[in-house]
């Protein structure tokens, strides 16, 4: 059946591709964000649609929405470090304030409420790969604190909802995602690789690119996610590729794919910056039959594509 679902954040990157996934199974949406880090670029193409609603609000302030509502999913956040280290107080203020009401929202309405929260929770490592039961080595008085203990205070309202006043919840744990939409200047590695390998342009790679990260397709991440909308399940789950790769090697796949001579700009690694990044996605397999499909070479010609026709290449 057909449902209303509201996705605070959803003109973001993640955010937008929720739209127009769940706009296309037939449910109803309502797009909420203040546009501090989305664009209306990003929903243009939904605008006039019959199912299709957008709402300029800062869900830190207050949320209305008089219609019924079947789901919440709650993508309000800065996302990158150069948002959240611009926007640290914004950062925490989302995370906390911002996910206060929505679950409030969730909890006036009965409806199913998704709070998309981040590997970041589990900080830089000491256990690997890094599986749900994992408690995290997080620094919060650091730099990268403001996301990652805005993210860790989300999940513990979201299961205090749950458990207090029986919200039914779900939490998903997003790694390292990329794809069409993605902000050019967004700081992380694949959208400044790809946008300095198209410009001819040197690489920037922090400390010696020994760091490993694990990149998953927009696709099959809104696939997991939807997955996870319709289950039952409460505890979080990882939603992520297990293919991990050093900085080094995305950077040669970038510079092969997109036949860019650039060379290389080595700079000192970020405070805290984590030093492995991998999914264990056993839960997502096992619960929600789901695992990545897309290659990274297929993922990364598609977004090359985007970036070309908006660099104007």
Known sequence: MAKTVLITGGA????????????????????????????????????????????HLDVTNYIYVAEEIDGILHFASPASPIDYLELPIQTLK?????????????????????????????GDPLVHPQEESYWGNVNPIGPRGVYDEAKRFAEAITMAYHRYHGVNTAIVRIFNTYGPRMRIRDGRAIPTFLAQALRGEPLTIFGDGSQTRSFCYISDLVDGIVRLLDSEIHEPVNIGNPV????????????RITGSRSAREMKPLPVDDPKVRQPDISKARQYLGWEPKVTLEEGLRRTMDDFKARLQL
Request: glycine fraction near 10%.
């Open 94 to 122: 989302v995370g906390s304030l911002g996910t206060h009401k929505a679950l409030g929202l969730a909890k006036a309405k009965g409806a199913r409420f998704l709070l998309a929260s981040t590997s970041e929770v589990y």
């Open 244 to 255: 991990e790769m050093t900085l080094n090697r995305l950077a040669d796949e970038i510079l």
């Open 12 to 55: 973001g990157f993640i955010g937008s591709h929720l739209c127009d996934t769940l706009i296309q199974r037939g449910d109803r949406v309502i797009c909420m964000d203040n546009l501090l880090t989305g664009s209306p670029e990003n929903f243009a193409h939904l605008l006039g649609h019959p199912r299709f609603t957008f709402i």
